[in-house]
């Protein structure tokens, strides 16, 4: 038997030189967020020392390009003089923490919501059906900023965002995953199994869920943007990480009201975001292609 080496998967993704950019990006911003103190540490800077004598009495940057210097890499936050290259680069482990975490917990809820429904049908279906056409309808924002001013201050506020966005988040994949689901139903080996006895805990984890992985894989990682997305604009209206917590978010809604005069201000954690989401999304539809046997090369 001769195998299409060009269609394995791996190959066409390494083949996609757009996919390979948003992974190396992916991979370089999973660094420094992981070396941030390191990072910041090499700058001789932390995102929590306050640095009064970089600000005018203004409150703006001494300096070119927002305080830009030796010292200050990135230049300085105004009103503060707190390290800007600092804040980005530790703003990158809240966002990559809200991210990952919420689509994990989106993503365990609508699989197991998509596949239960799309396996058991029947009225249970039609229920799970019915309630992710209620949550898409959910004003979720409106009710997260409601939540944030009855939920006590002492709940912490990363978690509060990551169980609210991933909570919020799951019909997509559910809906995505049921329709799988119902195709695979339909298929020989789910046919041939059933028929041979197997039960539904086996032909779930064995049948329906192998063949739900590639769906699951790439749904995850074009959800992973969105969630940074969703926790930097909740940031961006004031109810996301509180300061002084780094948050892109909450840097960008800061900077607005300083562009014209310290556009670098709102320049660096912007593009940081920009970037993220970007190379999220370039490498997401690359391992879809790759991952997708109908796509032609």
């Known amino acids: 038997m001769t195998v299409d080496v060009s269609r394995h998967p791996l190959r066409s993704l390494t083949a996609d030189r757009w996919a390979v950019a948003g992974g190396v990006t ?10 941030a103190p390191l990072l910041s540490g090499l700058a001789g800077q932390d995102p929590y020392t306050y640095d009064l004598n970089a600000v005018s009495d203004s409150g703006a940057p001494i300096g070119f390009g927002g305080g830009i210097s030796a010292d200050h890499w ?7 003089g707190r390290d800007l290259f600092a804040i980005v680069v530790h ?5 990559f923490l809200v991210g990952f975490a919420a689509t994990a917990l989106s993503m365990l809820i609508g699989v197991v919501a998509g596949v239960t429904a799309g396996y058991f049908g029947g009225w249970y279906d039609r229920a799970i059906s019915r309630f992710i056409d209620v949550m898409f309808g959910f004003p979720w924002l409106v009710f997260v900023i409601a939540l944030g001013a009855i939920v006590p201050a ?46 539904p805990g086996h032909l779930l984890r064995h049948q329906y869920l192998p063949n739900l992985v590639s769906t699951i894989i ?17 940031s961006f209206l004031g ?14 809604g800061d900077a607005v009201a300083w562009a014209p005069t310290d556009p670098m201000f709102l320049v660096f954690p912007g593009t940081a975001l ?24």
């Open 91 to 95: 703003g990158a482990r809240t966002s």
């Open 274 to 297: 920009f970037l993220v989401t970007l190379a999220f999304n370039l490498f997401g539809d690359g391992l879809r292609d790759a991952l997708d046997p109908r796509t032609i090369r």
């Open 26 to 35: 992916i991979v370089a911003f999973l660094l420094v967020a992981a070396a």
């Open 218 to 234: 790439v749904y995850s990682t074009m959800t992973i943007p969105s969630m940074i997305g969703a926790e930097a604009a909740l």
């Open 74 to 80: 990135f230049g300085v936050e105004p009103m503060t």
């Open 239 to 252: 109810v996301g990480v509180p300061p002084p917590t780094p948050a892109w978010g909450r840097t960008i």
């Open 154 to 199: 002492a709940f912490p506020k990363q978690l509060l965002i990551i169980l609210v966005i991933g909570l919020f988040g799951w019909p997509g994949v559910a809906r995505v995953v049921r329709g799988q689901t119902i195709a695979l139903r339909q298929r020989t080996f789910v046919v041939a199994a059933t028929a041979l006895g197997a039960g």
